[in-house]
């Protein structure tokens, strides 16, 4: 076979384990997973009443522009229905940005330590990666400025930084966006933007209007809680949103997605609920890893990143064999942290006491 030299080059994305693989291997009964950013909450109820009341054929294709969906996003967004472009959730558009803009001679700058399709992506294109490292997990973009030159096609800039959950404060970000270069297109990957409670955090809905060469990137599959339904949307000026479209795939958001998102959108107190559910469970664990003098970064994500100064993965098996999945830094880079959402808060109190059995045992060696 003649395989292209990426593709031999890359592992497939590896997504965290299931809770039936984990109750099958291990004999247990019970798994708490607190490993994928999933909201703990499920999904608002009118997204449940819209998807037992559709009674139309599915072997009818979906709508391919996503008309009713495009129009509620936009009046909540408030933006006109041509600034927007809509993906089998935000890994898709990040797809779409590579395939459209990058490629052999090309480079592409991101932080370490972030979202791993970005490189994956790019890799897939024959791009080059100049990844930046974080300064205790926020993006360096001095440094990011720094990397950029004539060949550069994408800068990428998750905030909140998945795993880290740091974020990128406004006056920031409007100056690093002021001094990259206006032919270089900046993704603001924002999927966990309904968390956020700092004040100073971005609202970006309408910044294409200055920065022409930026798009914003949001996903209904965290906060809305819609992950298996795919829905992602980025927002950018229209010119950019058209020479994307080119190549996106017909008809990629399916039907049920679409009509549970529109439903998702009316019910913001549904997020609200979930935005201060998750910051009380977020203090759960700044107060225990204080107690425990567990170093941690402040996130406004749904997850925290906690270091553990041990192999990561000796945590993660640990945890694993009681019942309890979270993510290991070491896909990220880094090996001796472990990335663990925030749940209910009774599967936060477990999983902190999980935490401390590690911990006892571990000194006890």
Same mark, same amino acid.
């Given at each position: 076979?003649?395989?292209?030299?990426?593709?031999?080059?890359?592992?497939?994305?590896?997504?965290?384990?299931?809770?039936?693989?984990?109750?099958?291997?291990?004999?247990?009964?019970?798994?708490?997973?607190?490993?994928?950013?999933?909201?703990?909450?499920?999904?608002?109820?009118?997204?449940?009443?819209?998807?037992?009341?559709?009674?139309?054929?599915?072997?009818?294709?979906?709508?391919?522009?996503?008309t009713?969906?495009?129009?509620?996003?936009?009046?909540?967004?408030?933006?006109?229905?041509?600034?927007?472009?809509?993906g089998?959730?935000?890994?898709e558009?990040?797809?779409?940005?590579?395939?459209?803009?990058?490629?052999?001679?090309?480079?592409?700058?991101?932080?370490?330590? /972030?979202?791993? %399709?970005?490189?994956?992506? &790019?890799? +897939?294109?024959?791009? $080059?990666?100049? =990844?930046?490292?974080? #300064?205790?997990?926020?993006?360096?973009?001095?440094?990011?400025?720094?990397?950029?030159?004539?060949?550069?096609?994408?800068?990428?800039?998750?905030?909140?930084?998945?795993?880290?959950?740091?974020?990128?404060?406004?006056?920031?970000?409007?100056?690093?966006?002021?001094?990259?270069?206006?032919?270089?297109?900046?993704?603001?990957?924002?999927?966990?933007?309904?968390?956020?409670?700092?004040?100073?955090?971005?609202?970006?809905?309408?910044?294409?209007?200055t920065?022409?060469?930026i798009?914003?990137?949001?996903?209904?599959?965290?906060?809305?809680?819609?992950?298996?339904?795919?829905?992602?949307?980025?927002?950018?000026?229209?010119?950019?949103i058209?020479?994307?479209?080119?190549?996106?795939?017909?008809?990629?958001?399916? /039907?049920?997605? %679409?009509?549970?998102?529109? &439903?998702? +959108?009316?019910?913001q $107190?549904?997020? =609200?609920?979930?935005? #201060?559910?998750?910051?009380?469970?977020?203090?759960?664990?700044?107060?225990?890893?204080?107690?425990?003098?567990?170093?941690?970064?402040?996130?406004?994500?749904?997850?925290?990143?906690?270091?553990?100064?041990?192999?990561?993965?000796?945590?993660?098996?640990?945890?694993?064999?009681?019942?309890?999945?979270?993510?290991?830094?070491?896909?990220?880079?880094?090996?001796?942290?472990?990335?663990?959402?925030?749940?209910?808060?009774?599967?936060?109190?477990?999983?902190?006491?999980?935490?401390?059995?590690?911990?006892?045992?571990?000194?006890?060696?």
């Amino acid at each position: 076979m003649k395989w292209n030299k990426a593709v031999l080059s890359l592992k497939p994305y590896q997504p965290g384990k299931s809770t039936d693989e984990v109750k099958r291997q291990y004999g247990l009964e019970k798994i708490v997973k607190l490993a994928s950013n999933e909201n703990p909450f499920g999904c608002s109820e009118q997204v449940k009443k819209s998807i037992q009341e559709f009674n139309n054929s599915f072997a009818i294709y979906p709508d391919g522009y996503a008309t009713v969906l495009r129009s509620e996003v936009a009046k909540h967004t408030g933006v006109k229905e041509t600034e927007l472009i809509f993906g089998n959730g935000s890994d898709e558009n990040i797809q779409i940005i590579s395939r459209s803009l990058l490629g052999p001679g090309k480079n592409t700058v991101a932080a370490t330590g /972030t979202f791993s %399709q970005y490189r994956h992506n &790019a890799t +897939l294109e024959g791009a $080059e990666v100049r =990844e930046v490292p974080h #300064v205790d997990g926020d993006h360096d973009l001095d440094a990011m400025l720094a990397a950029i030159d004539e060949n550069t096609a994408v800068v990428w800039v998750c905030t909140p930084n998945n795993p880290t959950g740091k974020y990128v404060p406004e006056q920031k970000l409007r100056s690093f966006l002021d001094q990259v270069p206006e032919d270089v297109l900046v993704v603001l990957d924002e999927a966990y933007s309904e968390y956020v409670v700092a004040e100073d955090y971005p609202r970006t809905n309408h910044w294409h209007n200055t920065y022409k060469n930026i798009i914003v990137l949001r996903t209904f599959s965290k906060a809305y809680g819609l992950a298996s339904l795919r829905v992602g949307y980025g927002i950018a000026c229209e010119e950019i949103i058209q020479r994307l479209e080119p190549a996106r795939e017909p008809f990629n958001v399916n /039907t049920l997605g %679409q009509i549970a998102a529109v &439903a998702a +959108l009316s019910d913001q $107190e549904f997020i =609200e609920t979930c935005r #201060v559910a998750n910051r009380k469970g977020m203090e759960q664990y700044y107060q225990f890893c204080e107690q425990e003098n567990l170093a941690y970064y402040p996130s406004q994500g749904n997850f925290i990143f906690i270091h553990f100064k041990q192999d990561a993965d000796e945590v993660f098996q640990y945890l694993l064999e009681h019942g309890f999945i979270a993510r290991s830094g070491k896909s990220f880079g880094f090996p001796t942290s472990l990335r663990v959402t925030v749940g209910s808060q009774e599967e936060n109190a477990g999983m902190i006491e999980a935490i401390k059995g590690f911990l006892r045992a571990a000194s006890e060696k």
